[in-house]
């Protein structure tokens, strides 16, 4: 089944004309669409610093019996001191223990700053763009990490580290790759006190950076194919508007770069790795992603074509690029004399793919599970699935409710299971159920005095607050159900909210209502590149501008007979409207230059 469905694809992306899916070229909150200012999106460092200095600080609020006193007047005199300007705040109960100053649907740019933060994801750093990785963050691209790894080296690919550092006779050797990064490059020009007489480049990709030594260990078919990754970090430094996990100058990422000795080997590889891509965010990050193939105009820099797996951030209406698996074609072959006798003894140049997936995956996750009490984490990806909380009573056995807290753990962990118990005793319960909440944990359990005199435990499901007392003799099948219930829920969920945003449009002004509306917008395509940027001129305003993104694989039926001609959207509206043409398409039978139409997705980026 899996050879026939790729066997499919690839033909797929051998078919002309295709559709795209179209996407505004912007953060996936930006400022054009929330009525916030740049620096409230991503503060400066000072500002920054001066709202999240350190865990006793931070805008998330503390309410509890044990914070009484001078640190419960702080607490509410760092909240009154914010500004109320910049979005309606939330009202924090005394009793729930922690809070959010915003909230997801009102002000999504300063409700995910605070996530990120009060989550314990990320701290910032103070070179902006820069983001420190707390260990509930690594934990996460841990995971990840041991999944895919898993998985290519079941398709032989294997692990080797390039330096960090290029020369700059090898990044612009191949222009057309570099021309795209050369604005992002950050350039080594001193050491110590002197300069540099060549300056080093600090990688933006690793394309230029391998290649050269591809081409020394290749030379005959029996070297192939060569399949490497590498898991590491790159930087690229020249943007505005910085978001955690999303857009950094430093991010890790793993990429491969594989040669073959034939075309077909590698398009087969492309849709292999997208299908790992496609179950990174589906499977583990319980996040509905589109895979599809980019436009000419919007493809990899010097690759032949470029496919993708693309996410959607329904509470904002923005798209945002998930993964990319390129095949390069022989244009790098070509430029950095990667050749092979083939069994012929004739000289080939070989075929090559690149692919990657970044922290990005991260900020995704927390961008479409995230709600108005801090994180959200699917089961399979969090480090603590399950947290065990006592609540002991006045006079109630108090170490017998701590002991059934330790050995509940304890069976959980010998059933492969990730647990924790939450034994503090300077913190309240409603403080605890608050705090967990707040770093996402998939389940709680709760042990008081009457679950202990029953023999049962309460469980408490972060995804929709649902309670149920279990019998303590079926702890283990019962949190192992619910923590596979909770990871199909996310899914689920978010695959309905993104869903339920997707529209159809036939006209141009149904176009551009849906996309002011935010909407994932479902449209046929002729995949003209003039027609491209005519769209992104056209739709340039306040929001950005429209920009393509992929075709999707999974095509809807076109109506027979329906085509797209080599014009701009424009001049197509415009005889739509003179002769009353089905608004699908443009279709005059006698012209040479008429093509099939194909649907493209539209969205905000």
Known sequence: MLSRTLANQTRHLNRFPLALLSILHCNPYSAAVHPISQSSIQPPHQEFQSRFPSQSQRTLVRYSSVMAGKEANE??????????????????????????????????GEWYSEVVVNGEMIQYYDISGCYILRPWAMSIWEKMHDFFDAEIKKMKIQNCYFPLFVSPGVLEKEKDHIEGFAPEVAWVTKSG?????????????????????????????????????????????????????????????????????????????????????????????????????????????????????????????????GATSHCLGQNFAKMFEINFENEKGEKCMVWQNSW???????????????????????????????????????DADTKGIFDACTSVVETLKESGISAEA???????????????????????????????????????RRDNSAKTDIPIDDLVVKVRETLDAIQQNLFDAAKQKKEACMTVAKTWEEFMDALN?????????????????????????????????????????????LFFRH???????????????????????????????????LCLR
């Open 75 to 108: 607490a509410k005199g760092s909240k009154a001191g914010s500004n109320p300007s910049k979005g309606k705040k939330k009202e924090v109960k005394k009793e729930t223990g922690l809070g959010l100053t915003y909230k997801k649907d009102e002000n999504f």
């Open 193 to 321: 006190e002197s300069d540099l007489e060549v300056p080093i480049a600090i990688r933006p990709t690793s394309e230029t950076v391998m290649y050269p030594y591809y081409s020394k260990w290749i030379r005959g078919h029996r070297d192939l194919p060569l399949r490497l990754n590498q898991w590491c970090n790159v930087v690229r430094w020249e943007f505005s508007n910085p978001t955690p996990f999303i857009r950094s100058r430093e991010f890790l990422w793993q990429e491969g770069h594989t040669a073959f000795a034939t075309k077909e080997e590698a398009d087969k590889e492309v849709l292999e790795i997208l299908e790992l891509y496609r179950r990174i965010y589906e499977e583990f990050l319980a996040v509905p992603v589109i895979k599809g193939k980019k436009s000419e105009l919007e493809k990899f820099a010097g690759g032949l074509y470029t496919t993708t797996v693309e996410a959607f951030i329904p509470n904002t209406g923005r798209g945002v690029q």
């Open 356 to 394: 990657a997936y970044t922290t990005r995956t991260i900020g995704v996750m927390i961008m479409v599970h995230g709600d108005d009490k801090g994180l959200v984490l699917p089961p399979k990806v969090a480090s603590v699935q399950v947290v065990v909380v006592p609540v002991p009573f006045k």
């Open 422 to 460: 939450d034994t503090r005793d300077n913190y309240s319960p409603g403080w605890k159920y608050s705090h967990w909440e707040m770093k996402g944990v998939p389940l709680r359990i709760e042990i008081g005095p009457r679950d202990l005199a029953n023999k049962q435990v309460r469980i408490v």
């Open 517 to 561: 509306q935010k909407k994932l917008i479902l449209a046929p395509w002729c995949d003209e590149e003039d027609v491209e940027k005519s769209v992104k001129e056209r739709t340039r305003g306040e929001m950005g501008a429209v920009k393509t993104l992929c075709s999707p694989f999974d095509q809807p039926e076109m109506p027979e007979g």
């Open 567 to 601: 014009l701009t959207l424009l001049y197509i509206k415009l005889l739509l409207s003179r002769h009353n043409i089905k608004p699908y398409g443009f279709h005059v039978s006698s012209s040479p230059f008429l093509y099939p139409c194909r649907y493209f997705v």
